[in-house]
T-cell receptor, first 113, second 110 residues
Framework: AQSVTQLDSQVPVFEEAPVELRCNYSSSVSVYLFWYVQYPNQGLQLLLKYLSGSTLVKGINGFEAEFNKSQTSFHLRKPSVHISDTAEYFC???????????FGQGTRLTINP | NAGVTQTPKFRVLKTGQSMTLLCAQDMNHEYMYWYRQDPGMGLRLIHYSVGEGTTAKGEVPDGYNVSRLKKQNFLLGLESAAPSQTSVYFC?????????FGPGTRLTVL
């Protein structure tokens, strides 16, 4: 079985500052990894995913994440955040082929002007 | 394409009442899912379906039933609602390896 830990429940940053949202997972098999974003009162939108290949994955809205197999991590980064990035971010994992996602608890990103 | 849609958007129930949440997708996806989202707990899988006529239990199935009579629809039923079922419910459908989510249903049980 897989599990996901998002190390920060809340991350406040100033506008135009860089941000990193941390995600660690555990699994005994090879995995797929995902980041979803949830804007206030909306559903979840896929930001990016790692299935195979390059460990640096680029997503929408200038976000990227790096898969680190040895550290079982998939941290999300953005070099310069905007007020519109205020949202909750969820990391998720599935084992390859199972198509069931296990989610982390979420990280609330707050951007201060 | 509408993607994944959910009906209703909001609902208030009294303890013991029943209701059905409807999820519809127009992407011809085989897999569909129901999750609940509670503060600080992320999303937890209630039930899922790998194709028309099939259903399976997820992480938190107690108190819920589901049906997948048509490929495009996935229904979630609460036979006797309890306050512990107050939550936001999300439906998703899956293209191989990637899930797409609906806008959610906010359910309050008094």
């Amino acid at each position: 079985a897989q599990s996901v830990t998002q190390l920060d429940s809340q991350v406040p940053v100033f506008e135009e500052a860089p941000v990193e949202l941390r995600c660690n997972y555990s699994s005994s098999v090879s995995v797929y990894l995902f980041w979803y974003v949830q804007y206030p009162n909306q559903g979840l939108q896929l930001l990016l995913k790692y299935l195979s290949g390059s460990t640096l994955v680029k997503g929408i809205n200038g976000f990227e994440a790096e898969f680190n197999k040895s550290q079982t991590s998939f941290h999300l980064r953005k070099p310069s955040v905007h007020i519109s990035d205020t949202a909750e971010y969820f990391c998720a994992v599935s084992d390859q082929g199972a198509q069931k996602l296990v989610f982390g608890q979420g990280t609330r990103l707050t951007i201060n002007p | 394409n509408a993607g994944v849609t959910q009906t209703p958007k909001f609902r208030v129930l009294k303890t013991g009442q029943s209701m059905t949440l409807l999820c519809a997708q127009d992407m011809n996806h085989e897999y569909m899912y129901w999750y609940r989202q509670d503060p600080g707990m992320g999303l937890r899988l209630i039930h899922y379906s790998v194709g028309e006529g099939t259903t399976a239990k997820g992480e938190v199935p107690d108190g819920y039933n589901v049906s997948r009579l048509k490929k495009q629809n996935f229904l979630l039923g609460l036979e006797s609602a309890a306050p512990s079922q107050t939550s936001v419910y999300f439906c998703a459908s899956s293209y191989p390896s990637t899930q797409f989510f609906g806008p959610g249903t906010r359910l309050t049980v008094l």
